[in-house]
């Protein structure tokens, strides 16, 4: 269930990946900022990522670490008491799988794009943190 991130076998189709989702975020964000809601923004700051490259997890941890959460790798699906265990004990769990490019759109399964942009952010706010444990 858990994993090691396995940085260093990420392609550069899927750095790729990262960029141009990096890159449709950036855009979607700059249009629709007064309506998207405030401590996202905030939280997607703090995590100060790179547009160029997938971040480790290191770096996401060492971003996460004054929420006083921070994530752990997994492959695919986790099963609901794994998961209920993980975020009880302040960890998210986080897809090391990249989608492809024909899924750029909209990735089947669990996803570190979708994690990191739809998630983490937001753990950077005290009451979704408390909300969440």
Not at 37 to 64: C, H, Q, S, W
Request: net charge negative; charged share 25%; glycine share 4%.
């Amino acid at each position: 269930m858990l994993t090691s991130q396995r940085y260093e076998q990420y392609s550069d189709a899927e750095h790729n990946v990262w960029r141009t989702i990096f890159d449709c975020n950036k855009k979607f964000f700059h249009l629709y900022t007064h309506r998207l809601y405030e401590p996202y923004l905030v939280g997607l700051e703090g995590l100060e990522l790179d547009p160029e490259r997938i971040p480790t997890i290191e770096a996401i941890n060492a971003k996460l670490n004054p929420t006083g959460w921070k994530t752990a790798c997994v492959d695919g699906y986790v099963p609901p008491a794994i998961y209920a265990n993980l975020i009880a004990n302040r960890t998210f769990p986080l897809s090391r799988n990249m989608r492809s490019e024909k899924n750029i759109q909209f990735s089947p399964t669990p996803d570190l794009a979708h994690d990191v942009f739809g998630h983490l952010p937001l753990l950077f706010d005290e009451g979704h943190r408390d909300y969440l444990q």
